[in-house]
T-cell receptor
Framework: EDKVVQSPLSLVVHEGDTVTLNCSYEVTNFRSLLWYKQEKKAPTFLFML????IEKKSGRLSSILDKKELFSILNITATQTGDSAIYLC????????????FGQGTELSVKP | DGGITQSPKYLFRKEGQNVTLSCEQNLNHDAMYWYRQDPGQGLRLIYY???????QKGDIAEGYSVSREKKESFPLTVTSAQKNPTAFYLC??????????FGEGSRLTVL
């Protein structure tokens, strides 16, 4: 059965800390992996990763994919209280019309 | 501005009643999806549609129904057969690249 597992499920840090969120997957016909940030309601897109070893960056956030070991990490440096959110990892399966499988999410809380 | 609109944002229902959640998009996307979100379980796919007048069951379709009569609209009906309908429901659309664009969600509470 296809599955996506995120860890940790929750995390509390202080402003300025660096955090690493993990996403591992076992999915047939992998096409790409996506990261989303969900603050209150609608998840917002962060990154799409399709190739191994190529880091994607956006400000203090970065992400990388390892297709051999079947995982991805999302790094956030110099965390701010505005980074508090649920971070969702999802995998796109190529043979099922682009359906996504989501992990459980990591709830990040950044304290002042 | 282009986007996805879900309504209502909050909905209360008595047991045994059917309710319909609305989802409209003006992004001209072919594919639309309905997800259910429960605490600690991430997002689970209910139904999806890749083209008008066609839709497929997702992982947890029992107790739900959908229609796709127009490209812009993909309403979800939560029927009385759904045993645990209290949840946060998210509608999304995609242009086929895999990236989903989400609506603001509808929170359904069964009293």
């Amino acid at each position: 059965e296809d599955k996506v597992v995120q860890s940790p499920l929750s995390l509390v840090v202080h402003e300025g800390d660096t955090v690493t969120l993990n996403c591992s997957y076992e999915v047939t016909n992998f096409r790409s992996l996506l990261w989303y940030k969900q603050e209150k309601k609608a998840p917002t897109f962060l990154f799409m990763l399709t190739s191994s070893g190529i880091e994607k960056k956006s400000g203090r956030l970065s992400s990388i994919l390892d297709k051999k070991e079947l995982f991805s990490i999302l790094n956030i440096t110099a965390t701010q209280t505005g980074d508090s959110a649920i971070y969702l990892c999802a995998v796109v399966r190529g043979n099922q019309g682009g359906k996504l499988i989501f992990g459980q999410g990591t709830e990040l809380s950044v304290k002042p | 501005d282009g986007g996805i609109t879900q309504s209502p944002k909050y909905l209360f229902r008595k047991e045994g009643q059917n309710v319909t959640l609305s989802c409209e998009q003006n992004l001209n996307h072919d594919a639309m999806y309905w997800y259910r979100q429960d605490p600690g379980q991430g997002l689970r796919l209910i139904y999806y549609s890749q083209i008008v007048n066609d839709f497929q069951k997702g992982d947890i379709a029992e107790g739900y129904s959908v229609s796709r009569e127009k490209k812009e609209s993909f309403p979800l009906t939560v029927t009385s057969a759904q045993k645990n309908p209290t949840a946060f429901y998210l509608c999304a659309s995609s242009r086929g690249t895999g990236e989903l664009f989400f609506g603001e969600g509808s929170r359904l509470t069964v009293l």
